[in-house]
C-alpha cells in the first residue's frame, strides 16, 4: 500500500486498516498505483541504510561507482547495492502477514509504508509468525542473536582489545548474562549491586574506604603531624563493565566517576540507553561508553526529543522487515546500516548484527 508521504494520513490509514480488519482475515491490495520516484534529501550513504526504496537510488548508486572516489573495497560495495536494490525494486508484490492480536502489528503497518514499496497486507486468523514480547532482550526470528547478547560481544569485543582486568557490576535481572562470562587470560571480579546507595557501593568497591581507613591509621602514628590526603582508587583493574537496570544508571556511572575519575574505563551495557528519554540525557554518562550504531547516532544529532528505549525497539521491528524483503527480493548478501547496528544478510543462514561501542561524549551532538 503506497500512499504519499504524508505522517497524518499514515496514521489515519493504519487505524483505519486496523479497523477493516478487526472481524475478518483478507488481503489488503494497494489502493494507489502512484509510487513515489524518489527523496531528494536522501543520499549516496542514506541508501546503505535500506530504510526506503526509490527509482532514484539506483540513479544515486551509479554515480558514485562512476566518480571514481570509491576504493577497491567501496566499489564492490557499491554494486553489490546496486545489484540488491535492482532486485527489490523490481518485484511486483512483497507479502506481510499479521495477526490482529499481535502486540505490533500497528508499527509494522507504519514501518512498511515508509518502504516505499508495494506491500500487501495479509491478515491472518491464526499467527503465521511471531515476535516476542521483549524485541531487545529476547532474539527474534531470523536473527543469530538478541540485541542484548549482540551488546554483550560489543563489550567482549571491546574488552579484548587489551589484558587489563576488569570489575563487572551487575544488578539481579542481568545475573545470567554474566553467570557464564569467563575471560582467558586476564583477572577480573564480579560484583552484585544490592546497594541503595550509590556513593557508598562507589566508595567501598574502588577502594576508597579503605584508602580513608589506611591513612588514618598512620595518622595516628604522628598525632601531630598534618598530613596531605587525597584518598586514591584501586589500581588491580583499569576497566568497569556496567550491567544494571536503566534506572541506576544515572546515579551509578556519576558516582564512580566521582570516586574513580579517569582511572578506570567505564564500559556501559545496552541497557544504560533504555533510561534515556532524550538523547541529550546521555550527557549524563558523559565519558563512559555505550553500544551505539553509527546510525542512531546521526538520528540523535538531528532529534534531541525520543526515547531511545522505544527507538530501538522500532529498530528491532524495522530491521526484521527489511529481513521480510531481503528474502523476498531473492537477495543473497547484504551489509546494512541498521538502526541498531551493522547489519549483515546472507540467504543461506541466520543474520547476524555488529553493534559499535562509542564514548559518550558532547562531540555525539555536533554535525
Known amino acids: 500500500m503506497i500512499f504519499k508521504k504524508n505522517k497524518y494520513l499514515l496514521h489515519f490509514l493504519t487505524l483505519v486498516i486496523l479497523a477493516s480488519c478487526s472481524t475478518t482475515s483478507k488481503t489488503l491490495i494497494p489502493n494507489s498505483n502512484e509510487f513515489l520516484k524518489g527523496n531528494s534529501l536522501k543520499n549516496f550513504e542514506d541508501i546503505y541504510n535500506y530504510q526506503s526504496y526509490f527509482e532514484d537510488d539506483l540513479v544515486k548508486i551509479q554515480k558514485a561507482i562512476d566518480s571514481q572516489k570509491l576504493n577497491q573495497e567501496e566499489l564492490k560495495n557499491a554494486k553489490i547495492l546496486k545489484r540488491n ?28 509504508y515508509k518502504l516505499n514499496l508495494p506491500i500487501n ?83 567501598e568497591i574502588l577502594g576508597i574506604n579503605s ?7 598512620i595518622s595516628k602514628l604522628n598525632p601531630n603531624q598534618n598530613l596531605n590526603f587525597a584518598p586514591r582508587p584501586r589500581y588491580d583493574f583499569k576497566q568497569i563493565v556496567i550491567l544494571l537496570n536503566p534506572k541506576e544508571y544515572k546515579s551509578m556511572i556519576p558516582a564512580l566517576r ?52 522505544r527507538y530501538l525497539e522500532l529498530g528491532t521491528l524495522n530491521e526484521w522487515l527489511f529481513l521480510q524483503v531481503l528474502k523476498q527480493g531473492g537477495i543473497r548478501s547484504a551489509r546494512i546500516n541498521g538502526i541498531t547496528g551493522r547489519i549483515i544478510y546472507k540467504s543461506n543462514g541466520c543474520t547476524k548484527r555488529e553493534i559499535p561501542l562509542k564514548k559518550i561524549s558532547t562531540n555525539l551532538f555536533l554535525f
Open 121 to 203: 497486507i495479509l491478515w491472518a486468523e491464526s499467527k503465521q509468525f511471531s515476535l516476542p514480547e521483549n524485541l531487545l532482550s529476547q532474539k527474534i526470528d531470523g536473527f543469530c542473536s538478541s540485541l542484548y547478547q549482540d551488546a554483550l560481544t560489543a563489550l567482549k569485543r571491546e574488552i579484548n582489545k587489551n589484558t587489563d582486568p576488569i570489575l563487572i557490576i551487575y544488578s539481579q535481572e542481568y545475573e545470567s548474562l554474566v553467570q557464564d562470562w569467563e575471560l582467558n587470560n586476564r583477572g577480573f571480579m564480579k560484583v552484585k549491586y544490592e546497594s541503595s546507595d550509590f556513593q557508598e557501593f562507589s566508595a
Open 258 to 309: 566521582y570516586h574513580g575519575g579517569s582511572s578506570f574505563k567505564y564500559l556501559n551495557f545496552i541497557s544504560s540507553l533504555e533510561g534515556i528519554n532524550a538523547p541529550l540525557q546521555l550527557l549524563d554518562y558523559e565519558d563512559s561508553w555505550a553500544p551505539i550504531s553509527l546510525y542512531t547516532i546521526s538520528k540523535i544529532q538531528k532529534n534531541n526529543s525520543e526515547s531511545l528505549e
Open 211 to 217: 584508602s580513608k581507613k589506611r591513612f588514618k591509621k
Open 85 to 112: 536494490y535492482q532486485k527489490i525494486l523490481s518485484k511486483n508484490k512483497y507479502t506481510l502477514t499479521l495477526n490482529l492480536n499481535q502486540k505490533y502489528s500497528k508499527e509494522l503497518i507504519e514501518l512498511a
